[in-house]
């Protein structure tokens, strides 16, 4: 059973910029959630992907936004990048519309200068 | 607003030595309350799910309880591999989607 993976696994932006993240999901599971976790602190909440549909969201603003494609795998494109937005980016992959116990990638590290 | 504070932020054992870990939630109905591991620069592995309060669950060394304001992570003689953060996390019930609401992690060193 292929667990969750998830590229780049780091990345270096200047402020302003655009990036794409990429999290394939777990063989079986048909949503995914992202999250941020900053240094010292825990993953938080940004938006849940289940049959290609954004059907939850944290307290981001528009410039998060993503993407599920028919084979589950997601995207996270964040626009404007801010030095606040430097942190590892975690991907979940779980089944059903993600109220399932959901199973974490090794993140990608993102550091905006 | 759901909420989950742990304590505390960090423990330092000997090997041998047991203890727990304490998470409080906050929540309106939980569907669920999620333990993590997460080693230094990688993602969170998960350890147990507990969906009712009496609820215990036990993985080798470890042993989670839930009531309905907190749950425990209890470590029995642990060993040097299991230093890492502990994360803890709940899940509302009224969703349609799997929101996870995390604590800031207690980080675990266990000396040889």
């Known amino acids: 059973e292929t667990g969750v993976t998830q590229s780049p696994t780091h990345l270096i932006k200047t402020r302003g910029q655009q990036v794409t993240l990429r999290c394939s999901s777990q063989?079986?599971?048909?949503?995914v959630s992202w999250y941020q976790q900053a240094l010292g602190q825990g993953p938080q909440f940004i938006f849940q992907?289940?049959?290609?549909?954004?059907?939850g969201r944290g307290n981001f603003p528009p410039r998060f936004s993503g993407l599920q494609f028919p084979n589950y795998s997601s995207e996270l494109n964040v626009n404007a990048l801010e030095l606040d937005d430097s942190a590892l980016y975690l991907c979940?992959?779980?089944?059903?519309?993600?109220?399932?116990?959901?199973?974490f990638g090794p993140g990608t590290r993102l550091t905006v200068l | 607003e759901d909420q989950v504070t742990q304590s505390p932020e960090a423990l330092r054992l000997q090997e041998g030595e047991s203890s727990s870990l304490n998470c409080s939630y906050t929540?309106?109905?939980?569907?669920?309350l999620f333990w993590y591991r997460q080693d230094p620069g990688k993602g969170p592995e998960f350890l147990f799910t507990?969906?009712?309060a009496g609820e215990e669950k036990e993985k080798e060394r470890l042993k989670a309880t839930l009531t309905k304001k907190e749950s425990f992570l209890h470590i029995t003689a642990p060993k040097p591999e299991d230093s890492a953060t502990y994360l803890c996390?709940?899940?509302?019930?009224?969703?349609?989607?799997?929101?996870?609401?995390f604590g800031q992690g207690t980080i675990l060193t266990v000396h040889p």
């Open positions: 507990l969906y009712s």
């Open positions: 992907y289940y049959r290609e549909e954004e059907n």
């Open positions: 979940a992959s779980s089944k059903g519309q993600g109220t399932d116990t959901q199973y």
């Open positions: 929540v309106s109905g939980l569907r669920g």
């Open positions: 063989s079986g599971h048909n949503t």
């Open positions: 996390a709940v899940q509302p019930r009224g969703t349609s989607y799997g929101k996870l609401t």
